[in-house]
């Protein structure tokens, strides 16, 4: 065993693994982001209480009807993804013509709504919601405990990552997506339903919060804010990566999951932080982001 | 000449009228807390719903006092509540204000309470500083502090054997005074601290320093942090096999609300200390149930009884004055009266404004144990009043050294 900075260097590749294990939480958030800020140009403040009802729709599922944590998985994101359809169509649409402020404010008081109802019905202490079983225990890796379920958490989204990324950049429905989004009009003239596709997309991207959100809720303390608390540092995260870059929200999701957690090692005070230094920093010297393309 | 007649006769007759209502004692309470956030399960709503029940009670036995209450949320933030307690006590004539939890706007609030010589009841915030070295004469702490919350679980703990700790703290002014308050009562038992590790509060993932905290191998892992991060630290600390490796946590302050967010299959257990248990005896169930009429489906926390108590306590000693505007005679009333209420029973407010009566060692529950609803704890221990709070002289309050 040998040490770095006094650190054991088993403790550090303990670390350097649940850094990797919190980055794919970001990336899974930052990516849904990504997705409709690419897509739809706005910026969905709302992504942090729709993630919240992913978790609290987890729970409802398996008190109201009794449906276990897998199910949870598929429907949670369905139902969440719905109602994000619901938004789009009411209130949304009205807005892609106009300034990113008024889609961030609108989405930003959404978000807001949405979590007061919340508490005003679950208070803000919590809910419980139990690990499934067949994901309890763990493994010793030698070096530190790897509980199964930080283990399927980060095989789940390496592959909703990697599938979300081969259908947007890779296949014929998502270069039909992204040449909506330059040119409208001209893909409508091929015969396309532009605005039904904008519409699924916003509710995928919501679906993918919602997602986390049902990954999340096992682990993390299901409560009306859980999404506040989040949000900001995914955000950071987006911006850094280069705002509607796909493959740069994933990439930016892990590095700083492993960042902050190496932080959280050599200067624990510093851990909440030093996400928002980087992004200070890059944006200083390449004010796209690391992946994004000049506007 | 006329005019000036008229203006004499009007001012004589609000005087008369003014003496004619000098038997009716008119009383102004505000609730300041977290309505919204964090704190608003512990505090909050149910505060004020313990307020109503505490002015309805009194009100019934004392129909010559006219009592009237607001509440507001001071979301957290030290300006936001220092702004309402300014604008209640100077504008709104709020006499009174009570709960306050988070420890760093209920210490701004006990200043404002102090310049304008009128009363602050705490009984949400826990840091043991506002009846030490930052104590007034216009502030009384009812409830609980860190230093109550240390000595309980960590003496308790140290004398069953968990003899060397790890903390866990949130890294602000409650998690520095809640690691120093119990590290000190730790070692005076006869433990040890191995270490520390300090966390930014409202964080969500916690494997990072648990797997420091596992690393030390201390047997306890204290936590100096509150609301979810405690939940936090708890749930993942399960999943990370802490409890089933031979270590085991030590909730500093934990309430009655987190071990329901918690569940019993992972709070199972934990050991804590609190002042009051809603399912503790027959008055205290039968208060539950009135209280629940206006927050359906939710348990009272021993800071909902604390500002029913505080009410109770602080009217008594408005009747006894027969007026509520010097704040500092009603606190040197208050301190002058020994406390008697339905929820904490007989005990008294020392010079320091801190109010002493018994603290409670609790161990939650195994799930197959819990019968009802609600039904969270064992009762280990029962720590007598006169030990469960700081000794007098130890706190370095002002008031009482100089």
């Not at chain 1, 807005?95 to 109802?117: K, M, P």
């Not at chain 1, 804010?225 to 955000?235: K, T």
């Not at chain 2, 004692?25 to 807390?33: A, D, E, H, R």
């Not at chain 2, 999943?239 to 030590?250: D, Y």
Request: net charge positive; glycine share 10%; hydrophobic share 50%.
């Amino acid at each position: 065993m040998f040490e770095i900075f006094g650190i054991p260097s088993t403790a550090l590749f303990g670390q350097l693994l649940l850094g990797l294990i919190n980055g794919s939480f970001y990336a899974l958030l930052s990516l849904g982001l990504a997705v409709i800020f690419g897509m739809l140009n706005i910026i969905n403040f709302t992504h942090g209480a729709q993630y919240m009802m992913g978790a609290f729709a987890a729970f409802l599922l398996l008190d109201w009807l009794n449906v276990n944590y897998f199910a949870a998985l598929v429907l949670a994101p369905i139902v969440v993804g719905a109602t994000g359809i619901v938004i789009e169509r009411l209130m949304l649409q009205w807005l892609y013509r106009l300034d990113h402020l008024y889609g961030l404010l609108l989405t930003f008081g959404l978000a807001l709504v949405i979590e007061g109802l919340f508490r005003h019905r679950y208070g803000s202490a919590g809910l419980p919601y139990a690990l499934p079983e067949q994901l309890t225990g763990g493994n010793n890796l030698g070096f530190m405990f790897l509980p199964n379920y930080r283990a399927w958490v980060i095989a789940v989204s390496l592959v909703v990552c990697f599938a979300t990324w081969f259908i947007i950049e890779r296949t014929r429905l998502g270069a039909n997506l992204r040449a909506a989004t330059e040119n409208p009009t001209l893909v409508r003239a091929f015969g396309i339903n532009v605005p039904r596709m904008i519409t699924l997309t916003y509710g995928f991207g919501v679906g993918l919060a919602a997602l986390a959100g049902v990954l999340a809720a096992p682990i993390y303390n299901v409560s009306p804010q859980m999404g506040s608390d989040l949000i900001i540092i995914v955000f950071a995260v987006v911006v850094i990566g280069g705002m509607g870059s796909i493959m740069g929200a994933i990439l930016t999701g892990f590095g700083l999951g492993i960042i902050e957690g190496l932080t959280k090692v050599f200067w624990p005070e510093a851990s909440s932080t030093v996400i928002f230094v980087i992004m200070a920093i890059v944006l200083l010297i390449r004010p796209a982001g690391l992946f994004g393309r000049r506007a | 000449m006329m005019k000036r007649l008229l203006g004499l006769a009007a001012l004589s007759a609000a005087l008369v009228c003014g003496t004619a209502h000098a038997q009716q004692v008119n009383v102004k309470i505000g609730v300041l807390s977290d309505m919204s956030s964090l704190y608003s399960d512990i505090g909050g709503p149910g505060s004020v719903a313990a307020a109503k029940l505490a002015i309805a009670d009194f009100v019934k036995a004392h129909p010559d006092v006219k009592v009237d209450m607001i509440s507001a949320d001071h979301q957290n933030k030290p300006d936001v509540g220092t702004g309402i307690a300014n604008q209640w006590y100077d504008v709104d004539k709020v006499d009174m204000i009570i709960d306050v939890p988070n420890s760093g706007v209920a210490l701004a609030v006990s200043q404002v309470a102090n310049q304008k010589n009128k009363v602050f009841i705490v009984s949400g915030a826990a840091a043991s500083d506002l009846t030490g070295p930052k104590c007034n004469a216009n502030t009384v702490h009812w409830t609980y502090d860190t230093w109550m919350l240390a000595n309980g679980t960590g003496k308790a703990i140290v004398k069953t054997g968990g003899d060397t700790w790890f903390f866990l703290t949130a890294d602000y002014a409650f998690g520095h005074a809640l690691e120093r308050d119990t590290g000190a009562a730790v070692t005076a038992n006869g433990g040890k601290v191995l270490g520390q590790v300090r966390h930014p509060l409202n964080t969500s993932d916690f494997s990072s320093f648990l797997l420091q905290a596992q690393s030390s191998k201390a047997k306890v892992i204290g936590l100096a942090n509150a609301g979810g991060d405690t939940i936090n630290s708890i749930k993942q600390g399960a999943e990370f096999g802490i409890v089933k490796g031979g270590q085991k946590f030590a909730g500093l302050l934990v309430f009655a609300s987190d071990v329901a967010a918690l569940g019993l299959p992972t709070a199972q257990g934990l050991t804590l200390t609190e002042t009051w248990y809603w399912d503790a005896n027959d008055t205290n169930r039968a208060w539950t149930k009135r209280w629940q009429e206006e927050r359906k489906g939710k348990f009272p926390t021993m800071i909902h009884a604390g500002v029913y108590a505080g009410i109770t306590h602080y009217l008594k000693a408005v009747v006894a004055l027969k007026a509520a505007a010097d704040g500092k005679a009603v606190v040197a009333e208050m301190k002058k009266l020994p406390t008697d209420d339905p929820l904490f029973g007989k005990g008294t407010v020392r010079p320091d404004g801190r109010v002493i009566h018994p603290a409670y060692l609790f161990e939650v529950k195994k799930p197959a144990e819990s019968k009802y609803q609600g039904d969270f704890y064992h009762l280990r221990a029962t720590i007598p009043a006169d030990e469960a709070f700081r000794p007098l002289k130890d706190g370095n309050c002002p008031l009482v050294s100089g």
